[in-house]
């Protein structure tokens, strides 16, 4: 990944989503700004694959959501990791550990 490249790699998404949320209740802007800060800005969420990915998290049980009142006044649609989300958080991350442990020992081979 260059510097310039802010996209979220293929396939973390749902991990991204979950892990925030696993942090406390948020709406839609939040989680993607969220994402953005803890990642010092590597990863910008676009915001139809954000609610694209809401839309099924919530289909699967992974999340709950209802519409709140935002700091600003705002109604927001705010969503919360439900018990099966966080089962399936604790899935994505142990997958993506072995994932990224798979890259790191590729990348130290030598010839």
């Not at 915001?47 to 099924?56: E, I």
């Not at 919360?80 to 991350?93: F, H, I, K, S």
Request: glycine share 10%.
């Amino acid at each position: 990944m260059d510097e310039t490249n802010t996209d979220v790699i293929q396939g973390t998404l749902d991990l991204l989503i979950l892990k925030t949320l696993s942090l406390g209740a948020l709406h839609g802007f939040g989680v993607a700004r969220r994402i953005e800060q803890i990642s010092r800005g590597v990863f910008k969420v676009n915001p139809g694959s954000l609610l694209v990915a809401f839309q099924r998290l919530e289909r699967e049980g992974y999340l709950d959501a209802e519409w709140r009142q935002t700091e600003n006044g705002r109604r927001a649609k705010y969503y919360t990791l439900t018990r099966t989300g966080r089962r399936q958080l604790e899935v994505e991350a142990e997958g993506w550990a072995r994932r990224a442990g798979a890259v790191a020992r590729l990348l130290r081979t030598e010839a």
